[in-house]
């Protein structure tokens, strides 16, 4: 088995050589720009399809925010626990690129398969190819998360930079679903970030996780990026130097009902 940081810097040295070969760096640089403008200032703008509107900001999104979201994913699942026992499916809720479940199944001892569902077809495709070099068992496809078939006993659920881009009505279904799913003793994992402006729905979802048996938390974990993932970070006027982001976990352990108690605070990882 490829140790999981070789495994990461080879995939992402693919995805830079794949993305440059389309775009100069200014191009892709600008594309970032005006991509972050709406992670940080417009998120519902992500929602209306305007994320993916443009091959540089298609490009911005494989290149930077991608890799960065497999990272965060990845350490918030060992910070779980969540990858022993190893699920049999992972349901990538809004997948994206694919990311999220890639960087859970590579985390998975023995492998497991990855099931995405998302709206944008640019996406499942770059899903289907980011599957192929991380050497995940996965397959993507387009349509709708509130359609998606939940896996039950030994399964996983995650959704990630999801939630938030639903209206009210869809995102309560969702939450009545996952909270099914927990009960049939599927494994959910939401995650979103730690926004300047605050969700309105999230506290509301993180007293049905802790009723349910769940946890929440905040995360900080200290990463040493790639080269060139430092320099578009620099370029854009951010600071990715720390990844942070924010879950909901309902655990499914054998012989008793989901979850792992309380709420835990805030995790750092030197």
């Not at 999981?4 to 200014?26: G, H, I, K, N, Y």
């Not at 399809?49 to 979201?69: E, I, M, W």
């Not at 970030?193 to 996780?209: C, E, L, Q, S």
Request: with cysteine; proline share 6%.
């Amino acid at each position: 088995m490829i140790p999981a940081d070789d495994l990461f810097r080879t995939w992402f040295a693919a995805v830079e050589s794949r993305q440059l070969s389309r775009l100069t760096f200014a191009e892709v640089r600008r594309g970032l720009q005006a991509l972050s403008v709406l992670y940080v200032e417009r998120p519902r703008g992500l929602a209306a399809g305007t994320a993916l509107d443009g091959a540089g900001k298609r490009a911005a999104f494989a290149l930077f925010y991608a890799p960065l979201h497999f990272l965060l994913v990845r350490e918030i699942v060992r910070a779980l626990g969540a990858a022993a026992p190893a699920p049999r499916l992972i349901a990538d809720l809004g997948c994206g690129t694919g990311t999220a479940g890639a960087a859970w199944a590579t985390e998975a001892a023995g492998g497991c398969q990855v099931s995405g569902v998302e709206r944008s077809g640019w996406a499942v495709d770059e899903a289907r190819w980011n599957y192929r070099l991380l050497g995940v068992r996965g397959r993507a496809i387009r349509g709708d998360i509130a359609k998606a078939v939940l896996p039950a006993r030994r399964g996983a659920i995650v959704a990630a930079f999801t939630v938030n881009e639903l209206d009210e009505e869809a995102r309560r279904r969702l939450l009545e679903r996952l909270l099914a799913a927990a009960r049939r003793r599927a494994r959910v994992l939401v995650i979103e970030p730690i926004a300047r402006r605050p969700f309105p729905w999230w506290d509301a979802w993180t007293g049905a996780f802790l009723a349910a048996g769940g946890r929440a938390d905040e995360w900080r974990f200290r990463v040493d990026l790639p080269d060139r993932l430092r320099l578009l970070d620099r370029a854009a006027g951010l600071d990715h130097r720390e990844l942070t982001g924010r879950s909901l976990w309902l655990d499914a352990p054998s012989g008793g009902a989901p979850g792992r108690g309380g709420p835990a605070p805030a995790h750092q990882v030197p």
